[in-house]
């Protein structure tokens, strides 16, 4: 294979495993030679980036949890870039999708409404926590990231922000902005001004080797008080409720945070682009803790088909009827919502987000068992279908097992179970919330199996 | 009476000027009217539940209109009105529910409709290659994205890691997205106001305006070129400009620069280090006649800027083409959108294109562009209100005058015009306050066009 360079550049591994790795190539040597001229192929036309081009492999199929390469191999997907809420290629999605081409009204431009869009208004407005009642759609969650930042400074009248480090919003320039991974900004220039970032509360990492919650708590607000007693004036504060690794905040955390928001002015924004929608166990992970200003939605929002995200937001700021804070040709796609709400349906219909509750507490039961077993399993964190392992050298200094995960990643990938791995060391488990008991012990015998096979 | 009127344009004077920069607005007396004048309860009743639950944009909710359905170059409303479609927000291109795109992207739903990231699939490398050979493999590099904001944003991030400089060059009063990358690249203070600082480097320079442009020579037949000194001039005194960023002919109130003016802006770039994008997200894909609008110039960009038409008036779907040479970012992530390989909108894609070549949509267009450049002309010779009649292929833009001689804009003209059309059934935008801006589908029968063109003229004619 000639597509991967090997480069002697750093390339950060906080986002997620990159292609440009030693084992990558390994794992590429192993594919037969139609799925090898495939990614050449892809890799001659495609800009090269990091987490994307030049690929892993060729896909010809996904059903349910899993996707299918060119040869047929079945893995389960506990990444699928998070649009697989419910299920892949979701038979009732794409039913609904069919339906909708037929009917003959696959787009209408923005000065025209349609009834798919106010269907699914509607319906977001019925599942998110009461007070969030007004709307917005456009393609990208990074897009919807803009427009709740956007509503926030027209509001406000202010223009900082306020963001975690290691957080990831999307990738447009306000977007990357707030976010807070050098893998996403670094070599940019000059970025959005009046981006502040703060640490993200971590339990099984805080720095000062304090182990009572809220004592760690403390030392978090802390950092946002040290902000904002020289910057009150923060148009918002984006978050994700539960870190993407993920750390699964305390509600005192939030509340907090939350008072600090009233207490200046701020607009609290929860981007739920990978949680919302049921992958915690509730419709929303916001409803673990506190109400938000406004929710950001993306990824499963599309049902696995379609780009959709949006923004949900609170009545009383919806004053911007002078302004286009949206203004993407997309905002009122009939066949994107009809998508959605079809997802919408059968996670309902389905019971999924109690699926995704049970499902979640049974692997994190089986995964800490497991974490007794095997020592380089540092620390088991999750709520509902949103999992990380942090894979650690030694559990007493907590040193990141790069390497190690990277193995434990290619080893699941050839048994079937295709996950990433972020930070350089911890596995995500996200499968769809479809997933049945049997698979949950599937995933739990793969990575079983690595553990045992890969040595430290 | 529906009540989601407010009185929110009162104070916000300042902004309503600047706003119809970008279209016509939802908060007129004239859009009040035609609110009035609904009479179908279906239509009331959902216009209503949108107002309810959408945040209200001035372009967008409360709405005109619900669609029930849409064919060809035709909408349909939910009360059984059809309005032929002359706006479409450029995604119209191959007409509304194009059997052949739709049969296609059925097919694919059956076979494969997302793909993570990390994997790649057949549809989307053979759409990249698809678009690398329309640009004679000129730009044969190729990322994809949702929607054309992001995709400016990964031109913008490919430019700043190629050239190490930071500094941007666009047009004022061009739009290149509503993000705040694009927002501060683009030249509409509407968008900008109220926002903060934007991005820092974001230098603006005057487009091209053959009518009323305080540098175009009316006498020379390149009579654009004063523009080109001047941003020979700003990018001396910048000195460190990375990248410009322009419409290679402006969509909204169409301004179609000469031959001579691009030709002169590649040297600049060349000699100046700078890389130059054009944003083709409303006019390529066979909008001017070609397959590019940069095709007509003779000269090729360094990095090329779909959307829209793209997804074949299905798919969210947009795209950034580069020279090989930039493929230099493979350490980074300037794109990292979810549906970044999408099976589904590059099935749409290629089945666009394909429907392109096997119904000679380009020669199509050659010919209705000079159908409707003849029958507009022939409509500025009856009428004195127009003062000017702008366009390629099929992209037009008429512009309302109280005055030939002073040229003042007409704007309550021009939303006369549109409301009269839109009662009658054709619906288009108007843009700068003053333009009609007209972009029938690629598709459109030469009936269908006469029959959208004698509702304008009717317009003109009852408004004279």
Not at chain 1, 382 to 408: C, M, N, P
Not at chain 2, 124 to 139: D, F, P, S
Not at chain 2, 296 to 314: E, F, R, S, T, W
Request: proline share 4%.
């Amino acid at each position: 294979m000639s597509v991967i360079q090997i480069t002697n550049d750093p390339i950060s591994r906080e986002q997620g495993d990159i292609n440009a790795s030693e084992l990558r190539n390994r794992y590429l040597s192993g594919l037969d030679a139609q799925t090898r001229d495939w990614i050449e192929a892809d890799a001659a036309v495609f800009l090269h980036q990091a987490l994307s081009t030049p690929v892993m492999n060729v896909l010809s199929k996904t059903e349910g949890a899993c996707i299918y390469d060119l040869r047929g191999n079945e893995y389960l997907d506990l990444h699928g870039n998070g649009v697989h809420n419910a299920g892949f290629s979701n038979p009732e999605v794409l039913t609904a999708v069919i339906q909708q081409l037929q009917s003959q009204l696959a787009f209408t431009p923005r000065r025209y409404t349609n009834i798919p869009a106010i269907r699914l208004a509607q319906k977001l407005v019925a599942i998110t926590p009461e007070p969030l009642t007004r709307v917005l759609f456009c393609p990208g969650g990074s897009e919807a990231i803009e427009m709740a930042v956007t509503l926030a400074k027209q509001v406000t009248g202010r223009w900082k922000t306020l963001s975690y480090w290691d957080s990831y919003h999307g990738n447009g320039f306000q977007a990357a902005s707030i976010g807070g991974e050098e893998h996403f900004t670094g070599g940019n220039g000059p970025m959005v001004p009046g981006a502040f970032h703060v640490e993200f509360p971590n339990y099984y990492r805080n720095p000062w080797g304090l182990t009572d919650t809220e004592a760690i708590d403390e030392q978090y607000i802390r950092q946002l008080d040290v902000i904002l007693q020289r910057h009150p004036d923060v148009a918002a504060l984006v978050a994700e409720p539960i870190s993407a690794t993920p750390v699964v905040p305390s509600r005192y955390y939030w509340e907090r945070v939350r008072e600090c928001c009233d207490r200046h002015g701020i607009f609290l924004i929860f981007d739920e682009i990978i949680e919302g929608l049921g992958r915690t166990g509730r419709w929303f992970a916001c409803e673990h803790y506190v109400i938000p200003d406004v929710l950001v939605l993306g990824k499963s929002l599309g049902g696995g088909v379609l780009p959709l995200a949006g923004i949900v937001t609170k009545e009383q700021f919806n004053v911007v009827s002078h302004r286009s804070i949206g203004h993407y040709t997309h905002e009122k796609n009939p066949l994107s919502a009809t998508a959605g709400l079809a997802a919408i349906h059968y996670l309902e219909a389905h019971r999924l987000i109690e699926n995704a509750a049970a499902m979640g507490a049974y692997l994190l039961e089986g995964f800490r068992d497991m974490q007794q077993r095997f020592p380089v399993i540092g620390h088991v964190a999750g709520k509902g279908l949103h999992i990380g392992l942090d894979l650690v050298t030694d559990s007493a200094t907590k040193e990141r097992a790069i390497f190690y995960a990277e193995q434990v990643m290619y080893a699941c990938m050839e048994n079937g179970v295709a996950f990433k791995v972020i930070e350089g060391n911890v596995a995500t488990i996200r499968p769809a919330l479809t997933i049945t008991k049997t698979q949950c012990d599937t995933i739990l015998s793969v990575f079983e199996h690595a553990f045992n096979k890969i040595k430290l | 009476m529906l009540n989601f009127w407010s009185d929110s344009m009162g104070d916000n004077k300042n902004t309503a000027k600047h706003l119809v920069e970008e279209g016509d607005l939802n908060v007129s007396g004239q859009r009040k009217l035609w609110h009035d004048a609904l009479t179908d309860d279906a239509t009331r009743d959902a216009l209503q539940r949108d107002a309810d639950h959408f945040l209200h944009q001035a372009l967008s909710t409360p709405c005109l209109d619900v669609l029930a359905s849409s064919d060809g170059a035709q909408l349909t409303s939910l009360a059984g009105k059809t309005y032929i479609d002359f706006h479409g927000n450029n995604v119209h291109q191959l007409g509304y529910n194009n059997s052949f795109v739709i049969d296609r992207v059925k097919q694919q739903l059956d076979i494969l409709a997302f793909c993570p990231r990390r994997f790649t699939n057949l549809p989307a490398i053979e759409l990249a290659e698809r678009l690398a050979a329309l640009t004679e493999h000129r730009l044969n590099r190729v990322l994809f994205a949702p929607g054309g904001t992001s995709a400016i944003g990964m031109a913008l991030k490919l430019a700043r890691i190629h050239t190490g400089k930071f500094k941007t060059l666009a047009m004022y009063d061009s739009f290149h997205g509503a993000s705040m990358d694009s927002i501060s690249l683009g030249g509409e203070y509407v968008f900008q106001q109220g926002l903060g600082p934007l991005m820092a480097g974001s230098v603006h320079v005057p487009p091209v305006d053959s009518y009323r442009g305080m540098w175009f020579n009316p006498n020379d037949q390149d009579g654009d070129m004063a523009y080109a000194d001047y941003l020979e001039y700003v990018l001396e005194k910048e000195g460190d400009i990375g990248v410009l960023v322009a419409e290679t002919v402006r969509s909204t109130t169409v301004h179609v620069p000469s031959q001579a003016y691009w030709r002169r802006i590649r040297e600049l770039c060349d000699q100046h280090g700078v890389l130059l994008v054009f944003d083709e997200i409303p006019i390529g894909m066979g909008r001017t006649g070609k397959s590019f609008a940069y095709q007509h110039y003779g000269i090729v960009p360094d990095m090329l800027v779909l959307g829209k038409g793209l997804g074949a008036g299905i798919m969210p779907m947009a795209a950034m083409l580069c020279k090989d040479e930039l493929n230099i970012a493979a350490q980074v992530s300037l794109g990292h959108f979810t549906h970044e390989k999408s099976p589904l909108g590059a099935a749409a894609a290629l089945a666009g294109l394909d429907y392109m070549d096997a119904h000679g949509v380009l020669p199509h267009v050659d010919r209705m562009g000079q159908l409707m450049a003849n029958r507009l002309e022939a409509m500025k010779a009856a009428y004195e209100a127009i003062g000017d009649v702008r366009g390629v292929g099929l992209l037009w833009g008429v512009e309302l005058v109280k005055d030939r001689e002073t040229k003042t804009p007409d704007p309550v003209l021009a939303e006369r015009v549109l409301y009269h059309c839109l009662g009658r059934g054709l619906s288009f935008k108007v843009s700068g306050g003053n333009v009609l801006s007209l972009y029938p589908p690629l598709v459109i029968s030469e009936q269908k066009l006469h029959e959208a063109l004698d509702i304008l003229e009717d317009a003109f004619r009852s408004n004279s």
